[in-house]
């Protein structure tokens, strides 16, 4: 057995608040306290001198897209275009630089944040626009939320009978079936190779910042079972769920489904409706900003209900995407249904979950609660929409708007929170997510910096199933799955006064972190290691003595 003995610095540990070392041993966490009972305690293990840095549990991304995500990383974003004019300019600028017949997949384009004094610099670009400035060349180019996209036409053209779709536009953006149609005809035209390299470099930029394990959230209309089979088989060492997205009536269509998918489970991205941004989120309500439109409801009542019903009788996690309050409704009333046929331990078993719950009044969360249901949320949704005059308001209006993400209700109510950064959609970047929690724009749906740390380490082991006590922590016996960071500042106050929701009196011994107050510095990741395989590592740390 080799032990390593990690000491200089603080670690967070609920076990030892004042640690300042930990032992690891063949990948598992064996002691924590301070330097020189470490010393003392193991006289030779290998010691690596933290040099002041901040230790702590690794997080988890719950809801991520890998290969879109590595797409994005190093392709055509188009997240910080101020206009149509400048994201058709860019659109022009990567075409140029493109090889004839090479598809061009762009991501990010937010219409709800374009500014300018002609109203056509404020809305989406048409399929015209992109034609001329990328000629031949197949293009997609999705909207931020990725439920709509434009559409080149010689890529429309790969998908036969997409006028017959629902959700077609012959020069709008794409929503619903023709959407999910022209991104399956994209996804055709991304090699083996690349797409490989896409979910590689995901998996690595998610592992310099602090994570060691993700959720993907596959399905047959967001990445095709090509893709979800193909990330099963690429041997990185980051810890990958996958989740497979596709509805089953009954327990033997749902394990046969798990066999041909190789899935962990039947859920993540199972849509039961679209999203606020294009205007595909199902509300029980027309959108302040379209009136006579309510979204766009995917799947029936008796569908979500007999999707639960199959998973539960076999013992694995469903899940649905979940935005509007009319997909809300749908779905708590399918749980309340089967609470009372199955019963709520059989349901909580299972810990099945929903995808952004955005839109979940008090008396929901009460029955999500009671029949273990976990939420996968996105803080960074609030930071990036929930603004004065921003997209939530745009497509709801101020009251509605006031009232998404409410992260204290779920919580308040005992619904287990998971965050997620929904990767290409917003960055992985686990500590800003928590700042966006702390610091919501709503401050009566904020949590406390330490409750939103918990939602993004433990929540995320929560989320896959995992309840063992330990995971998701650093006491001993617990597998040694950790980041070390460079910050400024440990406190153990909230950085938001309605939010201060733990004591800050030293004497209650209550672990410090990194201060994520709006005007700090970010801790910054030197090392990443997850049950004893390094993950990403900047070089920084000596680790040489004994």
């Given at each position: 057995m080799?032990?390593?003995?990690?000491?200089?610095?603080?670690?967070y540990?609920?076990?030892?608040?004042?640690?300042?070392?930990?032992?690891?041993?063949?990948?598992?966490?064996?002691?924590?306290?301070?330097?020189?009972v470490?010393?003392?305690?193991?006289?030779?293990?290998?010691?690596?001198?933290?040099?002041?840095?901040?230790?702590a549990?690794?997080?988890?991304?719950?809801?991520?897209?890998?290969?879109?995500?590595?797409?994005?990383?190093?392709?055509?974003?188009l997240n910080?275009?101020?206009?149509?004019?400048?994201?058709?300019?860019?659109?022009?600028?990567?075409?140029?630089?493109?090889?004839?017949?090479?598809l061009?997949?762009?991501?990010?384009w937010d219409?709800?944040?374009?500014?300018?004094?002609?109203?056509?610099?404020?809305?989406?670009?048409?399929?015209?626009?992109?034609d001329?400035?990328?000629?031949?060349?197949?293009?997609?180019l999705?909207?931020?939320?990725?439920h709509?996209?434009v559409?080149?036409?010689?890529?429309?053209?790969?998908?036969?009978?997409?006028?017959?779709?629902?959700?077609?536009?012959?020069?709008?953006?794409?929503?619903?079936?023709?959407?999910?149609?022209?991104?399956?005809?994209?996804?055709?035209?991304?090699t083996?190779?690349?797409?490989?390299?896409?979910q590689r470099r995901?998996?690595?930029?998610?592992?310099?910042?602090?994570?060691?394990a993700?959720?993907?959230n596959?399905?047959?209309d967001?990445?095709?079972?090509?893709?979800?089979?193909?990330?099963?088989?690429?041997?990185h060492?980051?810890e990958?769920?996958?989740y497979?997205?596709?509805?089953?009536?009954?327990?033997?269509?749902?394990r046969?489904?798990?066999?041909?998918?190789?899935a962990?489970?039947?859920?993540g991205?199972l849509?039961?409706?679209?999203?606020f941004g294009?205007h595909?989120?199902?509300?029980?309500?027309?959108?302040?900003?379209?009136?006579?439109?309510?979204?766009?409801?995917?799947?029936?009542?008796e569908?979500?209900?007999?999707?639960i019903?199959?998973?539960?009788?076999?013992?694995?996690?469903?899940?649905?995407?979940?935005?509007?309050?009319?997909?809300?409704?749908?779905?708590?009333?399918?749980?309340?249904?089967?609470?009372?046929?199955?019963?709520?331990?059989a349901?909580?078993?299972?810990?099945?979950?929903?995808?952004?719950?955005?839109?979940?009044?008090?008396d929901?969360?009460a029955?999500?609660?009671?029949?273990?249901?976990?939420?996968?949320?996105?803080?960074?949704?609030?930071?990036?929409?929930?603004?004065?005059?921003?997209?939530?308001?745009?497509?709801l209006?101020?009251?509605?708007?006031?009232?998404?993400?409410?992260?204290?209700?779920?919580?308040?109510?005992?619904?287990?929170?998971?965050?997620?950064?929904?990767?290409p959609?917003?960055?992985?970047?686990?500590w800003?997510?928590i700042r966006?929690?702390?610091?919501?724009?709503?401050?009566?749906?904020?949590?406390s910096?330490?409750?939103?740390?918990?939602?993004?380490?433990?929540?995320?082991?929560?989320?896959?199933?995992?309840?063992?006590?330990?995971?998701?922590?650093?006491?001993?016996?617990?597998?040694?799955?950790?980041a070390?960071?460079?910050?400024?500042d440990l406190?153990?106050?909230?950085?938001?006064?309605?939010?201060?929701?733990?004591?800050?009196?030293?004497?209650?011994r209550?672990?410090?972190?990194?201060?994520?107050?709006?005007?700090?510095?970010?801790?910054?990741?030197?090392?990443?290691?997850?049950?004893?395989?390094?993950?990403?590592?900047?070089?920084?740390?000596?680790?040489?003595?004994?």
């Amino acid at each position: 057995m080799t032990t390593e003995l990690l000491l200089g610095g603080a670690v967070y540990s609920p076990s030892a608040p004042d640690a300042t070392a930990m032992a690891v041993t063949d990948g598992v966490v064996v002691w924590v306290g301070s330097d020189d009972v470490g010393r003392a305690l193991h006289p030779d293990a290998q010691v690596i001198d933290l040099g002041g840095r901040f230790v702590a549990p690794g997080f988890v991304d719950s809801h991520v897209h890998l290969t879109s995500t590595g797409l994005a990383l190093a392709g055509l974003t188009l997240n910080d275009t101020t206009d149509r004019s400048d994201c058709l300019r860019r659109v022009a600028e990567y075409a140029a630089g493109t090889d004839a017949g090479e598809l061009i997949w762009g991501l990010g384009w937010d219409d709800s944040s374009w500014s300018g004094n002609d109203p056509d610099d404020r809305r989406f670009p048409t399929t015209s626009e992109i034609d001329a400035v990328v000629g031949n060349l197949p293009t997609y180019l999705a909207r931020i939320d990725e439920h709509s996209a434009v559409a080149s036409s010689a890529l429309r053209r790969l998908v036969p009978d997409l006028a017959d779709a629902v959700g077609h536009h012959p020069e709008e953006p794409l929503v619903a079936e023709a959407h999910h149609l022209v991104r399956g005809a994209a996804r055709q035209l991304v090699t083996a190779a690349q797409r490989a390299r896409a979910q590689r470099r995901a998996l690595d930029h998610a592992a310099a910042h602090g994570v060691v394990a993700v959720h993907e959230n596959g399905g047959p209309d967001i990445s095709g079972l090509d893709d979800f089979l193909a990330l099963g088989d690429l041997g990185h060492p980051m810890e990958v769920r996958r989740y497979w997205g596709q509805p089953v009536s009954s327990a033997e269509h749902a394990r046969e489904l798990l066999a041909i998918s190789r899935a962990d489970a039947l859920a993540g991205d199972l849509f039961i409706d679209g999203a606020f941004g294009s205007h595909t989120a199902w509300l029980t309500e027309p959108y302040a900003d379209e009136p006579g439109h309510c979204g766009i409801s995917y799947l029936d009542y008796e569908t979500i209900r007999d999707h639960i019903r199959a998973c539960t009788e076999i013992g694995v996690q469903a899940g649905f995407h979940v935005i509007g309050d009319g997909a809300t409704a749908s779905v708590v009333a399918a749980f309340d249904e089967l609470a009372a046929e199955l019963g709520t331990p059989a349901l909580a078993r299972c810990a099945h979950r929903l995808e952004h719950a955005e839109m979940v009044s008090d008396d929901q969360a009460a029955v999500l609660a009671r029949c273990g249901v976990i939420a996968s949320m996105q803080p960074l949704f609030d930071a990036a929409w929930g603004g004065s005059g921003d997209l939530y308001e745009q497509r709801l209006g101020p009251q509605r708007a006031a009232g998404l993400n409410d992260f204290a209700g779920h919580a308040r109510h005992g619904v287990i929170l998971a965050f997620s950064s929904d990767a290409p959609v917003t960055p992985i970047d686990p500590w800003s997510s928590i700042r966006a929690a702390v610091h919501h724009h709503q401050p009566r749906n904020a949590i406390s910096a330490r409750g939103a740390f918990a939602a993004a380490t433990r929540g995320g082991w929560r989320a896959a199933g995992v309840n063992d006590g330990l995971t998701g922590t650093l006491v001993p016996g617990a597998p040694a799955s950790y980041a070390v960071w460079d910050i400024d500042d440990l406190v153990v106050a909230g950085s938001h006064e309605s939010v201060q929701r733990w004591s800050t009196d030293p004497r209650s011994r209550v672990p410090a972190l990194p201060d994520i107050a709006p005007e700090a510095r970010l801790p910054r990741c030197v090392r990443t290691v997850h049950r004893h395989e390094v993950l990403f590592d900047i070089g920084v740390l000596d680790g040489g003595g004994t």
